[in-house]
């Protein structure tokens, strides 16, 4: 009887861990990728060779919002836009990473200074 009593409190505690909204929560709010491209039509990746065109793409799913975009290049210099930009519901934006830095690029995303997404992608030797 303990055995089953000690499994059944397992089994809620998985269920209840489960079901519990994630700390990002927010997050799901927006779609952050970086594409080895410009266009709409480019894919998420994490690997972009050195001479391609990169973007950081942004989307909004829920609100008009201002974020912000940061890039960590592998000599760990950082940049960011300067100002806020308006991303509308629903619409897909690009800003253009110009780096033929081989190594890791490290891209966030912040919406009213919170960090909303992390995108990793490495550009090879």
Request: glycine content about 12%.
């Given at each position: 009887m303990k055995?089953?009593?000690t499994l059944t409190t397992l089994l809620l505690?998985?269920?209840l861990a489960a079901s519990a909204v994630?700390?990002?929560?927010?997050?799901?709010?927006?779609?952050?990728?970086?594409?080895?491209?410009l266009s709409q039509n480019a894919k998420p990746s994490h690997k972009c060779p050195k001479r391609s065109k990169k973007g950081a793409f942004f989307r909004s799913l829920?609100?008009?919002v201002l974020y912000k975009l940061c890039v960590r290049f592998p000599t760990r210099k950082v940049?960011?836009?300067k100002k806020p930009e308006k991303a509308e519901r629903g619409t897909?934006?690009?800003?253009k990473i110009t780096s033929n830095?081989?190594?890791?690029?490290?891209?966030?995303?912040?919406?009213?200074?919170k960090r909303v997404g992390v995108f990793v992608f490495r550009v090879p030797r």
């Open positions: 055995g089953l009593t505690a998985i269920s994630p700390a990002s929560a927010e997050a799901a709010a927006y779609r952050h990728y970086v594409g080895c491209g829920r609100a008009e940049i960011c836009t897909l934006y690009v800003n830095i081989p190594g890791k690029h490290r891209v966030s995303w912040f919406v009213k200074g």
